[in-house]
């Protein structure tokens, strides 16, 4: 069974080879029926793989959307290990405190109640001097460009993309 590529370079082919029968003048009823038949079973042929690639299309598909299912079930579940062990870990880090023991040897681990290194908290982000602020490059806003371009406004260093295709399947 020829591939899709294999099948469309056959189609390409009877294109050529059509063009070129039809072109001359010695066409006879005989050469339209071959021709007929010819794209006949190159089309029947294209359809069946298609239709082929599009089922295997689909399962993958149906795989993808299972995927992003545990994904999204497993990302539940971390986020409930993880505040589970946030709120463990604060509750000791109170009961400590509350009990002013810097310092407990706990079995297998050595706990203890430790400063942050120093900090930076920004109360007003208007009245911090340039000095400390990182330069960052504009970004484009490429939907108005868009639709400047659209309205026919010229632009340059920029134009309206040439027109591509995409796969549907329904």
Do not use: C, W
């Amino acid at each position: 069974m020829p591939t899709l590529y294999q099948l469309t370079e056959n189609y390409i082919k009877f294109n050529e080879y059509a063009n070129s029968l039809i072109e001359s003048d010695d066409v006879t009823e005989e050469d339209l029926q071959m021709l007929v038949d010819t794209l006949n079973s190159i089309n029947d042929s294209i359809e069946y793989k298609v239709e082929n690639i599009v089922k295997f299309m689909k399962n993958l598909e149906g795989d993808i959307v299972a995927y992003k299912a545990e994904e999204e079930r497993l990302k539940r579940r971390r986020q409930i290990q993880q505040n589970t062990y946030d709120r463990l870990k604060q509750y000791v880090q109170n009961m400590l405190e509350m009990a002013g023991i810097q310092k407990v040897d706990a079995g297998l681990f050595k706990v203890r109640i430790q400063k942050n290194p120093p900090s930076v908290e920004i109360v007003d982000e208007k009245q911090i001097p340039d000095e400390y602020k990182i330069p960052q490059d504009p970004k484009i806003d490429s939907k108005k460009l868009l639709n400047d371009l659209k309205a026919g406004k010229v632009i340059e260093g920029a134009k309206i993309a040439e027109e591509k295709y995409h796969l549907r399947i329904s």
